[in-house]
C-alpha cells in the first residue's frame, strides 16, 4: 500500500507568495548576509565579522543561499586564496525590501529594539 506524500509547495494552488518568500529569505542568518552584501562584494570573514554569525553557520548560509540563486561565490586561486560573496541579479532585486523594511522599523521600533 502506498503512502501518501506532503503536499509540496508547487502542489498548493494558492500557495501565499509572503509565506514562499520567508521560506526561502526568512532566517536571520540570511537576511543578514543578504543585508550586508548589498553593499557589494565580500570575502567570507568580513561576512562573519560583520554579521555575527559562526564560520559554521555562515558556511551553511551561503550554501543555501548560493543553491537558491542569491549569492554567487568567486575563488581568486593566487596566493593567498581569497573566496569572495557577492549577489546575483535575484539577490540584488531584494534591495528595495530592506529599504522598506528599514523604514518601517524607524517607523515601529523605538531605539532600544533597533540596538538589539
Request: charged share 30%.
Amino acid at each position: 500500500m502506498a503512502t501518501q506524500q506532503p503536499a509540496t509547495k508547487t502542489d498548493e494552488p494558492n500557495a501565499c507568495p509572503v509565506i514562499e518568500s520567508l521560506e526561502q529569505i526568512g532566517s536571520k542568518w540570511r537576511l543578514a548576509v543578504l543585508h550586508e552584501l548589498l553593499s557589494g562584494e565580500q570575502r567570507f570573514n568580513e561576512l562573519k565579522r560583520s554579521t555575527g554569525a559562526n564560520a559554521r553557520t555562515l558556511s551553511r548560509v551561503l550554501d543555501d543561499l548560493g543553491e537558491m540563486g542569491f549569492v554567487e561565490r568567486r575563488l581568486e586561486e593566487d596566493a593567498p586564496v581569497a573566496t569572495y560573496y557577492s549577489l546575483t541579479d535575484k539577490g540584488e532585486s531584494l534591495d528595495p525590501v530592506f529599504d522598506e523594511i528599514e523604514c518601517w522599523a524607524g517607523s515601529w521600533l523605538d531605539d532600544e529594539q533597533l540596538e538589539l
